[in-house]
């Protein structure tokens, strides 16, 4: 459910930050207890917008405020 609730959170939020980029929730399976976020860049190539795999415990520490996500992407972006 966390995985859930977190992925819609920050589906929104970069939505809102760059409504002009498509955003997919998991096209491939997702490994297992982790949080990824990616930016597929038009040449095919990934940007690691946040990781979760390494942190933790706590895990509440495994998923991301939204705004970070962002902010990594604007400055990915730029």
Do not use: C, M, Y
């Amino acid at each position: 459910r966390v995985f859930g609730r977190t992925a819609a959170a920050v589906s929104e939020a970069l939505r809102g930050a760059a409504a002009h980029l498509p955003v997919d929730i998991n096209p491939r399976p997702p490994r297992r207890n982790s949080f990824e976020v990616l930016l597929v860049k038009e040449d095919g190539s990934t940007v690691e917008l946040w990781s979760g795999i390494r942190k933790g415990p706590p895990r509440k520490l495994k998923f991301p405020q939204p705004e970070a996500v962002v902010e990594a992407l604007k400055s990915s972006l730029a």
